[in-house]
């Protein structure tokens, strides 16, 4: 069974770091890519980032709003995903998932077929 | 960035209601546009991908359909457990985007 249990959320002041991780189980971790996806309180879906896989060297793709802020890496020998957060603004606040994706027959990756339950991050003074 | 959306915002429903919700590109994009169901306190739910491709495990009232610009999910015939707020997304270009979302209220 594929599972995704992210931890690491918490309150943190505005300029903090905070270190989110994203426990992945059930599946090879690195035929996938992985992504960040949040959601501010009361508001829509915004991807963050993503994380390629293996075969790809693992690189990284980050939204204009975190990028040089954010900072997406993975240890395979431990199946997990980490999402490092420095310089944290309030308008970080949200729950943030991590997911899979999965490709299609042609290899393109289209599918945020599974979902973690979220670890909500708070900025705040 | 592909800005995406979704229309209507709040949709009023009764149960065996047909449902359509229409996702708008600010350009055309590939196939590769997704559907989402999200409930309270939950994370997403994956329903349909490249448009038109149903996520196993999803019953088979929902379906999407679209290309170029314009993409549309619709629920067949509205269950009790269909009441949640749906999110379209674009996996064509980076940044990868979603629509504002549209409430499915009783």
């Known amino acids: 069974e594929v599972q995704l249990v992210e931890s690491g959320g918490g309150l943190v002041q505005p300029g903090g770091s905070l270190r989110l991780s994203c426990a992945a189980s059930g599946f090879t971790f690195s035929d996938h890519y992985m992504d960040w996806v949040r959601q501010a309180p009361g508001k829509g879906l915004e991807w963050v980032g993503r994380?390629?896989?293996?075969?790809?060297?693992?690189?990284?793709r980050y939204a204009a709003s975190v990028k040089g802020r954010f900072t997406i890496s993975r240890d395979p020998s431990k199946n997990s995903l980490y999402l490092q957060m420095d310089s944290l603004k309030t308008e970080d606040t949200a729950m943030y998932y991590c997911?899979?994706?999965?490709?299609?027959?042609?290899?393109?990756?289209?599918?945020?077929?599974?979902w973690g339950r979220g670890t909500l991050v708070t900025v705040s003074s | 960035d592909i800005q995406l959306t979704q229309s209507p915002s709040f949709l009023s429903a009764s149960v065996g209601d047909r449902v359509t919700i229409t996702c708008r590109a600010s350009?055309?994009?590939?196939?590769?546009l997704a559907w989402f169901q999200q409930k309270p306190g939950k994370a997403p739910k994956l329903l349909i991908y490249a448009a038109s491709t149903l996520q196993s495990g999803v019953p088979s009232r929902f379906s999407g359909s679209g290309s170029g610009t314009e993409f549309t999910l619709t629920i067949s015939s509205l269950q009790p457990e269909d009441f949640a707020t749906y999110y379209c997304q674009q996996l064509d270009t980076y940044p990868l985007t979603f629509g504002g979302g549209t409430k499915v209220e009783f």
């Open positions: 350009q055309a994009i590939t196939s590769y």
């Open positions: 994380s390629r896989n293996k075969a790809s060297s693992y690189t990284t």
């Open positions: 997911a899979r994706i999965t490709p299609n027959d042609n290899g393109d990756y289209i599918a945020f077929d599974y």
